[in-house]
Structures are given as C-alpha cells and as structure tokens.
C-alpha cells in the first residue's frame, strides 16, 4: 500500500509540476525530502500504477491524469447495521474477522441450519419440498384408512372378548345350577315340596313304595278285616235262620278276607326301605 501512495505522488508531482525541494515538504512515502543530488523523480504515467483490491484507493473510470485518488468502502446493508446492535451478533463478527490465521473459526448456527454435503443431516434443496401433491394426498389418505382400520380391529378385538367373556359366564352358571340341582337331588330337600301329607297318590290310589306306605296298607287292611268282620257279625245277629223266610233259599254270609299279620307289614316295610324306591307316580 505505501509502495502504490508513493508512486501516486511521483505521478502527481511530474504531472502538476510540484517539487518537494522547492516548496518543502517530505519526500515520498512520508519521510524527510532528500537532496536534490539525490532525488529522482521517475516518469511514470497513471495509467502505469497496479490495479488496487478492492477497498483501497482506486480513481473512477475516465479520470484525468491529474485525479486524486481516494479510498472507497462499500456501504453496509440495513440487516447488516441491524445485526451490528445485538451484542452477541457482533462478537460472532468479531470473532469471524480475526486476523492472523492463528485460530479457527467454525460457525455453530452455519453448521446447525446448512449443513454439508458430507453430513449425515444434508439433503438437498430439491428434497426439501413436496414435488408430488397427489402422492402426498394419498399418503395421508392411506393414513386416516390405516387409523380406522387400527380402530375397528381394536373395536372387534374387544367386542370378541367381551362375548366370549359372556358366553364363559353362563357357561359357569350353568354348571353351577346343574350341580345344585343334583345336590338337592341327592339330598332330597326339594322333592318334599310335592309329597303329600299322606303316603298314597292321590290320583291312582296307590300305596307309597316306602315303610310308611306300607304301615298305610296295614292300617287299612286292619280296618276293611274289622269292617268285614262287623258285618258279617251284624248278618248273623239280623237273620233268625239260615234261609230266607220268603224264597225259602239258603243264605250265605259275608266273606271275611284275609287277617293281616303285623309282621308281615313289619317285613314289607323293611323291604321298602332297603329298596328306596319312591311311590308310583309320587317321585321325591
């Protein structure tokens, strides 16, 4: 940069006439004025000078020889002097615009929001946007289907259960009935809710198939031998001869049936209890 500032001056001193000898001053490149002895001044045309980089001193297209040059920066942007306000923005600047080469500087937010192609996390610009519309119409179609199906699947699933939960549970009632009822069956408890007070059947006249039938039927054998009895004692005492006054015929009296023998009804009844039988037609 000094090298270009002096070789501007040499210019401008050949072009205008100027003397650092005569009208003082310092020499080029900011040091005292030499002798003239010693001082020459070279020829060098403007057009001669090496082009600047960018932000040092250029002069605009179509100066003069005798233009000055001077330095141009370029304006900062508004998103740039905005960013320059926060704090943390500008160390991270600060940071990014060290000079040296002693340090390396890796952008955190760079590498968050863009990463490399070599990254795990790249995609590229073109895959980050739904190009196909109808295919992702579809997709979501395919999921609402999905997500009903999913619903009544667990729909069935719980409907099933709770049906074969149910046919389970009058299964076991069932079998629980069924075993009570042989249980009274075997106990007897219910079936006396039908018999009768007596032990006959009350339909078909027939005798308990038990020891109190059978006391029954001696009872009553007792009572038709002692009715028979009466009678024929009473025809005996009514009749004065043993033919009828009348038709002059011989009377006949009344047959007695068999005695019953009370060890007879003391046999049959054991023989009933052996048997446990019920009566005929009466049931437990």
Do not use: C
Request: no cysteine.
């Amino acid at each position: 940069m000094d090298l270009d500032r002096g070789a501007q001056r040499r210019a401008l001193a050949v072009t205008s006439g100027w003397d650092p000898a005569v009208h003082g001053g310092y020499g080029w490149g900011g040091a005292p004025a030499a002798s003239a002895a010693t001082r020459q001044v070279p020829n060098l045309p403007v057009q001669d000078v090496p082009e600047l980089p960018p932000g040092g001193y250029a002069a605009p297209p179509g100066a003069t020889s005798g233009f000055v040059r001077f330095r141009n920066l370029a304006p900062r942007t508004r998103a740039e002097r905005r960013s320059l306000t926060d704090k943390e923005a500008l160390e991270k600047s600060r940071l990014r615009e060290r000079t040296g080469g002693h340090q390396r500087y890796s952008d955190p937010g760079h590498l968050i929001a863009a990463p490399g192609p070599e990254s795990a996390a790249f995609v590229d610009e073109q895959q980050r946007f739904v190009t196909d519309a109808a295919a992702a119409d579809k997709s979501r179609r395919e999921e609402v289907h999905a997500r009903r199906a999913a619903e009544l699947l667990r729909r069935r699933e719980r409907e099933a259960k709770r049906e074969d939960d149910r046919w389970r549970a009058m299964a076991e009632d069932k079998a629980r009935e069924q075993e009570r009822v042989e249980r009274m069956r075997q106990l007897g408890s219910k079936a006396r809710r039908n018999k009768g007070s007596e032990p006959y059947d009350l339909v078909t006249q027939a005798y308990s198939d038990d020891p109190a039938g059978a006391r029954l039927k001696h009872q009553d054998d007792v009572i038709r031998y002692r009715a028979a009895m009466r009678a024929q004692f009473l025809q005996q005492k009514a009749r004065g001869a043993d033919f009828d006054l009348l038709t002059g015929q011989a009377r006949s009296l009344i047959d007695l049936p068999d005695e019953p023998k009370a060890d007879a009804a003391a046999a049959a009844a054991a023989a009933a209890s052996g048997r446990g039988s019920a009566r005929p037609g009466g049931g437990h």
